[in-house]
């Protein structure tokens, strides 16, 4: 089993920057992709963004291209999403997921809320 818990959600204005963490602990040795969803109210969850194993290779969103950042420390087995230039279509529960590689099995942390007010 492996556990995710997320951290460095808030409140922030337009045009701020926050950062996300979410540490993976538990069974972690496997070769792993992190990223990260979101879900809005009354939407669907949506891919963020993601980084593959080793570190060498992340992709994004649209939405968020050119504005997020994703990046991991595989000593920590802990993974980041720096926000930078928010928009208040940013506000959502954004969700921590790892997917181990061998198996395909995903993991989600339990979720942190971003609110942006413009």
């Known amino acids: 089993q492996v556990q995710l818990v997320e951290s460095g959600g808030g409140l922030a204005q337009a045009g701020d920057s926050l950062r996300l963490s979410c540490a993976a602990s538990?069974?972690?040795?496997?070769?792993?992709?992190m990223g990260w969803n979101r879900q809005a109210p009354g939407k669907g969850r949506e891919f963020v963004a993601r980084?593959?194993?080793?570190?060498?290779?992340?992709y994004y969103a649209d939405s968020v291209k050119g504005r997020f950042t994703i990046s991991r420390d595989n000593a920590k087995n802990t993974v980041y999403l720096q926000m930078n230039s928010l928009k208040p279509e940013d506000t959502a529960f954004y969700y921590c997921?790892?997917?181990?590689?061998?198996?395909?099995?995903?993991?989600w942390g339990q979720g942190t809320q971003v609110t942006v007010s413009s």
């Open positions: 980084i593959r194993s080793s570190g060498g290779s992340t």
């Open positions: 538990g069974r972690t040795s496997s070769i792993h992709d």
């Open positions: 997921y790892l997917r181990v590689l061998t198996t395909s099995e995903d993991y």
